[in-house]
């Protein structure tokens, strides 16, 4: 064989003993953590071919710069009282058995918001005793349905504050509370539970839409101010801060004058809950990520869908967990975000940054066959 | 109902003087007095009370033959029409309708007509309707169809033991796909109907017990489902 050209088996153990080289090469941490993201875990159920071995070497890359790190996240566990429903208490503590199981750890988890079904106090105190089980730091996210029984009464008591910030590792993390509503129910002379089974039906008209409202971005504002633009920032938000699909309030009514709010900053990355489902989103330069619920999965809306979203199939009845699970985002040491979704029961989807700022061009998630209806 | 006036009936009285006019009323029977034909031939008065006819060579006492019975009826019926040009019968209102182009009047959004009626379809009785007959079969089918909907956002009227409805996981009906059963479905091994899976649900995500075939929330169960897919072709067998 002249000398130069190489056998397609040559090629294979070459590229086969280059890549247990980079394995060594790597620390332990991180090649679990890569591990953690799609690439491993497709790789662990022998699914990928060997081209993805490229992944190891970015991650080897990323080493060399300012350590990245991952953090969790649990959403729209919508607990009934457990007497009443085992059902969805199953998906939450499957839930913290995961993010409890990753390795290495995540530096915190989010929980993305509907704790609860209706916002009851039994509801509310159920999850809030079950997520003492996540082993760590959590920072909580408010939903409507915690929120309209009481307004955020007893949620308030449990959690604190519905709007915070903190600094992580360079990053600036914000949560607000875009789940108002204008006040539709006194001149209907609704009762707090009235009112609550409202907001609880996706469907219901008769509801306000969502808004951040006058006060909240005011306070966004403020909290912004101190942060410089270089720095990075990631917004935790329960509805999806754009514009999506009114009837099903998979919409934020202010939302061009928070993106407004964001726009001054290089690197926004939003995550959000509410629409249960893998929903992916970019305008001007935020990057917006949907998270996966643990009951059950919504459909796409029949319209509005943003069009970098890679849609998930339909789910399968016949299974709990299919289309539901969890996930973990992945901050990059320049302060970018790749959202791994840990779909139960299916092969991980991640989408990453590269994917979003590249309009679809690079890094383009697995595209299902099937149809999502 | 269809504006519609009774057929009057001619009866031609053999006995007595002249014709005897019964009008549209069965209790009340009206008579009005012919005026007497020079000829001594028999008159015949419509029910009108103004229009009469002679029936050629029949004196008063005799019996006309069916031909010349016929051929006065249908005298005194022209002369009539000409004098009610507007009025709607059958067959007047086939021809307008064959001379005019375009479609049902459409009558006012919300609530029924308050006018006169809307243009009258043709043909026998079932295709006898108006816009206000199809405003209120409209009405019933949304009422059929909003208790559906009533039961399909009601865990309890669903009878699911966990507090789950169907609208948690199809808001507006999504996800349903009714437009492609009957099919295979491949979780049960054998083909299913809407209402296998709508049951299927009610047992499992809702656990809840199955309706039987004819009870009426899983017939509104149906209706509310197939409403939200209007203008979706039917597709049976698909996956």
Known sequence: MAKGIKSIETRHYDERDAFFAGLRRMSRRGFLRLAGASAGLAMAKGLVPPHSFQLIEMAGAAETGKPPFTFAYISD???????????????????????????????????????????QREELDLGHEILKGVKPPIHMMVGEH?????????????????QYSFDHKGVHFVTIMSVQEKDFWTERHMTPMERMQTVAGLDNGVQSRFEVGPAGREWLQKDLEKVDPSTPLVVFSHSPLYKYYRPWNFWTEDADEVQAI????????????????????????????????????WPYAPEGLPKLTIQQNRADPFDQFDGCGDGSVEVTENGLANALYNLWDRNPVTVRASYLASGGANDAPARTKLPSY | ??????????????????????????????????????????????????????????????????????????????????????????????????????????????????????AVQEGHTYGAFSERDQRIWAAETDKFVQEGR????????????????????????????????????????????????????????????????DDPRLKALEAYILAQRKGTPLEYGKH
Request: glycine share 10%; aromatic share 6%; charged share 20%.
């Open chain 1, 77 to 119: 566990t919508h607990l009934y009282p457990g007497r009443l429903n085992d059902r969805f208490v199953r998906a939450i503590l499957k839930a913290v058995d995961d993010v409890n199981n990753l390795d290495p750890p995540p530096d915190f988890v989010l929980f993305g918001g509907d704790l609860a079904q209706l916002g």
């Open chain 2, 150 to 213: 009533r039961v399909f956002h009601d865990s309890k009227a669903l009878g699911s033991t966990i507090a789950v409805s169907c609208d948690m996981c199809h808001p507006d009906g999504a996800n349903t796909h009714p437009e492609t059963y009957p099919k295979f479905q491949v979780q049960l091994g054998r083909v299913a109907l809407l209402r296998d899976m709508i049951n299927w649900c009610i047992q499992n995500p809702t656990r809840g017990k199955p309706l039987v075939d």
């Open chain 1, 146 to 162: 915690d929120w309209f029984f009481d307004m955020g009464e007893h949620w308030r008591a449990l959690f604190g504050p519905e």
């Open chain 2, 1 to 118: 109902m269809t504006p519609r006036r009774t057929l009057m009936l001619l009866v031609l009285s053999t006995l007595g003087a002249g014709a005897v006019v019964l009008a549209q009323s069965r209790t009340r029977v009206d008579r009005h007095p012919s005026p007497p034909s020079f000829s001594g031939n028999v008159v015949v008065a419509l029910c009108d009370g103004e229009t009469t006819a002679e029936i050629p060579g029949v004196k008063e006492g005799e019996t006309p033959t069916p031909a010349q019975a016929r051929d006065v009826a249908d005298r005194l019926m022209a002369a009539w029409r000409e004098k009610n040009p507007s009025a709607r019968w059958e067959e007047s209102v086939r021809l307008a309708a064959a001379e005019q182009v375009g479609g049902t009047v459409q009558g006012e959004a919300g609530g029924l007509p308050a006018g006169p009626q809307g």
């Open chain 1, 262 to 297: 964001l726009g001054r900053f290089q690197r926004v990355t939003v995550l959000h809950g509410h629409t249960h489902q893998l929903l992916s989103n970019r305008i001007g330069n935020i990057d917006f990520h949907g998270m996966l619920s643990t009951a059950w999965p």
